[in-house]
């Protein structure tokens, strides 16, 4: 099992500020001189990640306090230049917000060329209140997203004569990349799944598909990954085409673990700190998706325990862990953790492991990262190979 190690690289000091933290959270509650300090400690931690044999994930955001990554690809480059074994995962460059999808496709190639072969890339939509940033039609981002991603293959996989491009939405007189990516076609390409439906699709194009943060659910959008790539390509869908990411705390004791579980669970309380007019604009989602968010097909998908219930409205560590959005506790607590996930969901590959979330400072990251690598991912690696075996 391969494992991530992700931050999304928060501004968390201005999370006391009452009220929204997107969108129009006013910038003088940011210190730049703060910024700058904490994203070079998450840099410094990715660093580390580096050291002891993580592959490193990065996102990104947009006016928020909750993610100051706002353009994954600059970070992509410094990675790509001081890193030296890990495989460096953008997941993801929101395609359909980026007027200039030839040069999204440059950024990637020029990393992956410094990196020496090992960036992976991650093709994303956004989150809906990003569109009030990006100034773009809801209902038609859709096939804004699809057309630059048609674009952006082709300007990676093109190493013949310069071409044209005229599309809806985009148009080039002369695409051609210089230099183009080390890894041919392209690198490996990578998109986020919250349904079927779309984890479906993603297995028919044959890219890796990743899961966030839903518990019981990633079994039935894993299951759709597999069936969806057995009628496509008639194998078996590889377990490292699947991914999912949950927050992980791990101590010498338990009890060291559930503190630093405390300080990551601010991740989770921030989450829903936007506007209710920004969350869902109109034509961004599916007609069926908001026919079940209202309860007009289905009831409303929520996170649940193990016993059924839905998780409650202020979760304990302990709902967290149950609800399998937190791995946490000494190393055997987290190893059993992964296993029991890992068998519930039929097994995946890669384990997107927000090492560092929340308030939790750089020691206790260190720490955690480092008792994990050392303690856990090599018994990971076993895991899956002796259930793979009996699957």
């Not at 009220?19 to 580390?48: C, K, S």
């Not at 999204?104 to 020029?110: D, G, L, N, T, Y």
């Not at 927000?354 to 308030?359: H, L, P, R, S, V």
């Amino acid at each position: 099992m391969k494992v991530w190690q992700f931050s999304e690289q928060a501004y968390h000091p201005a999370w006391n500020v009452p009220g929204d933290l997107r969108i129009t959270f006013p910038a003088r509650h940011a210190d730049p001189v703060l910024a700058g300090q904490l994203l070079n400690r998450y840099l410094d931690e990715y660093m580390l990640a580096d050291e002891l044999g993580y592959n490193i994930m990065i996102n990104e955001h947009h006016a928020s306090a909750t993610c100051m990554s706002t353009a994954c690809n600059i970070t992509l480059g410094i990675l790509a230049r001081q890193t030296k074994r890990a495989r460096l995962l953008a997941l993801g460059v929101p395609i359909s917000h980026r007027s200039d999808p030839v040069r999204v496709a440059e950024e990637i190639a020029m990393a992956d060329c410094i990196s020496g072969g090992r960036i992976e890339f991650g093709m994303v939509k956004a989150a809906g209140y990003e569109i009030f940033l990006s100034n773009q039609n809801p209902a038609r981002l859709d096939q804004r997203f699809w057309e630059a991603h048609d674009l952006i293959l082709a300007a990676l996989a093109n190493t013949q004569e310069v071409f044209s491009w005229a599309g809806e939405h985009f148009n080039y007189r002369h695409v051609s990349l210089w230099p183009t990516s080390q890894q041919r076609p392209h690198p490996p390409i990578w998109m986020t799944a919250s349904t079927a439906a779309s984890s479906a699709k993603i297995a028919a194009l044959g890219y890796r598909c990743a899961t966030f943060l839903c518990g019981a659910t990633a079994r039935r959008v894993f299951d759709a990954y597999r069936k969806s790539y057995r009628e496509t390509h008639g194998s078996e869908a590889p377990r490292d085409r699947l991914g999912y990411l949950a927050l992980v705390a791990v101590g010498p004791t338990h009890e060291d673990a559930l503190r630093k579980a405390e300080h990551m669970k601010g991740y989770f309380t921030t989450a829903e700190r936007v506007g209710r007019q920004f969350r869902n604009p109109p034509g961004f989602a599916p007609a069926a998706v908001n026919a079940q968010a209202m309860g007009m097909t289905q009831p409303p998908a929520r996170t649940l325990l193990s016993d059924g219930r839905p998780l409650p409205d202020n979760p304990s560590i302990e709902d967290y862990i149950d609800a399998q959005l937190l791995f946490a506790g000494t190393p055997d607590d987290v190893v059993s953790q992964i296993e029991k996930f890992y068998r519930e969901t039929g097994g995946f590959g890669n384990l997107l492991m927000m090492g560092q979330a929340g308030t939790l400072d750089h020691r206790d990251t260190v720490e955690n990262l480092t008792m994990f690598a050392k303690e856990v991912q090599p018994r990971l690696a076993e895991l899956e190979t002796r259930l793979a075996q009996v699957a």
